[in-house]
């Protein structure tokens, strides 16, 4: 299993920019790395995610174009650039990574809060 600490929540005026880190520990290699939010009262849901090459990347159409998801394997770090902070994105931030090299989620780290001031 994989160990995820994550880090670089806080807060933030809407239309600002915000990097998220994540640290991983344990059985990375070849592992998907995912990033999940969750705002309050609702359910945790996608955000992005990378595979271990960093050649296949996807996000939610809600950060399409404003987010990025980056990943230093050498560092066991995975990465989560967020620019033009709406409101909305309010939430606790999550990593997560993969079991056997895909994206069954069983590994996650413990949250950071982030908070965009309108």
């Known amino acids: 299993q994989v160990q995820l600490v994550e880090s670089g929540g806080g807060l933030v005026q809407a239309g600002g920019s915000l990097r998220l880190s994540c640290a991983a520990s344990g059985r990375t290699f070849g592992t998907y790395m995912g990033w999940f939010r969750q705002a309050p009262g609702k359910e945790r849901v996608f955000v992005g995610d990378?595979?271990?090459?960093?050649?296949?990347?996807r996000y939610a159409d809600s950060v399409k174009g404003r987010f990025t998801i980056s990943r230093d394997n050498a560092k066991n770090m995975v990465y989560l650039q967020m620019n033009s902070l709406k409101p909305e994105g309010t939430a606790v931030y999550y990593c997560?990574?993969?079991?056997?090299?895909?994206?069954?989620?069983?590994?996650w780290g413990q949250g950071t809060q982030v908070t965009v001031s309108s």
């Open positions: 990378i595979s271990w090459s960093s050649s296949f990347t």
């Open positions: 997560a990574a993969g079991a056997g090299g895909g994206r069954s989620w069983d590994s």
